[in-house]
Structure formats: C-alpha cells, structure tokens
C-alpha cells in the first residue's frame, strides 16, 4: 500500500464550479498536510498547508484534514481555467528535514 | 520569499557526457535540499536528501556514483549526472526545505540524453 493516494483524474469540470480534491494516508504519524498546484513542466508551488486536523481557508481555496479518518481535502470554489494545474498532495511528519510523501497527482482542466 | 532557482532549465547532451544541475535558494538558508525526478504524467519522485556539509541520502534504487549530489552551502546544492544515458532523459526538480513543514520548488530541468 502507498503512503498516500490520490486519484489521479483527469477531471474537467465548467468554469466557477466548485471543485473537490481527495488523498488518503496511511501514515497516522503525518502532522503537516500540504496542497501543491503544478503547471504543465514547471516545479510545483506551495498552494496551502495544514498543521494536524481541521480547515485552513485562503481566498477561494480551503483545505480540511481529519485525522481520524486519514484523508484531506482541497476545495476550489468559483474555477476558473487558470486553475487548471495538476495539484499535488503531500504530507510530512513535520521535523526539519523530514522527507514529503506525495500523491500521484490529479490533473484538473477548468472549461471556459 | 521563499525562492528557489535551478539552472539550466533545459538541456540537451550527447549519451555518455555529464551534466550539472545548479539548485539555488535565493532568499533564505536551507539546512536540507531535495532532488526529485519526475515523468510526464505522474507524481515526484525522491532521489535524494541532501544537507549541507554531509554526504546525500539516496532512496533506494538511485545510483548515488552516477547522480552525485554536492550541498556545498546553505544556499547551493548541485546534481550531477555522470554518464547520462537515453535514460536518464527526465525532469529533474530540487527543493529547499526550511521548517519542517515548509518545501519550496525550483522550476526543475528538462534533461534530453541523445
């Protein structure tokens, strides 16, 4: 089994809908959860992070984590095509240094 | 903040030379760098963990004496592919972790081994 699951899409959905990404774990000793959001051959970029459980919001983005069921969320409200990205999950058990655990990625394609 | 530079971004070799990948962070220190590889289509994959002034840790299946990893300073590490073969073509990313929590990208380098 892999630390972290993630559906990898592709997933198209119409301009200012409201978009829902997933990852489960495995890991119960993750504490940082992290969304990264990456353009097709760049390096990815640090959309939003979490310590342990519960929501963070920014802007039109909110992240949730529930330890007790080990699966995160990132949600995207009002899409709009320069969304589209491939967002990547990770997580951390949080000392400096610690090695990130990545999902596979879901490819998301927001329609004009 | 938080900045991390890599350079070149794109290079083209002929099979059996080597090349160097510069991995910077421009506006802090970074106690621990990170090279991935990635293919098209699918998720990062770890190299190696590298900190500053001490030998890299290699995942498991990464040949460490033909992907040579120098972290000469708090702000530079250099990858090196010795050899590279057909292969080896990949997009190679660093990053830079500050926190524990805190990784911040390069925009990674294209590699085409002909």
């Known amino acids: 089994q892999k630390e972290v699951e993630q559906d990898p899409g592709p997933l198209s959905v119409p301009e200012g809908a409201i978009v829902s990404l997933n990852c489960t774990y495995s890991?119960?000793?993750?504490?940082?959860f992290m969304w990264y959001r990456q353009y097709s051959r760049k390096g990815p970029e640090l959309l939003m992070y979490t310590y342990s459980s519960g929501n963070k919001e920014d802007g039109r983005f909110t992240a949730q984590v529930d330890k007790s069921s080990k699966y995160i969320s990132l949600f995207i409200r009002d899409s709009q095509p320069s969304d589209s990205a491939t967002y990547l999950c990770a997580m951390s058990e949080g000392n400096t240094g610690n090695q990130f655990y990545f999902g596979t990625g879901t490819s998301l394609t927001v329609i004009p | 903040g938080a900045v991390v530079s890599q350079h070149p971004s794109w290079v083209i070799c002929k099979s059996g030379t080597s090349v160097k990948i510069e991995c910077r962070s421009l506006d802090f220190q970074a106690t621990t760098m990170f090279w991935y590889r990635q293919f098209p289509k699918q998720s990062l994959m770890l190299m190696a963990t590298?900190?500053?002034?001490?030998?890299?840790?290699?995942e498991q299946g990464v040949e460490k004496d033909k992907f040579l990893i120098n972290h000469a300073s708090l702000t530079l590490s250099t990858l090196t592919v010795t050899s590279a073969h057909p292969e080896d073509s990949s997009f190679y990313i660093c990053?830079?972790?500050?926190?524990?929590?805190?990784?911040?990208f390069g925009p990674g380098t294209r590699l085409t081994v002909t």
């Open positions: 890991n119960s000793a993750f504490q940082y």
């Open positions: 990053s830079a972790g500050r926190l524990g929590y805190e990784q911040y």
């Open positions: 590298s900190n500053e002034g001490s030998k890299a840790t290699y």
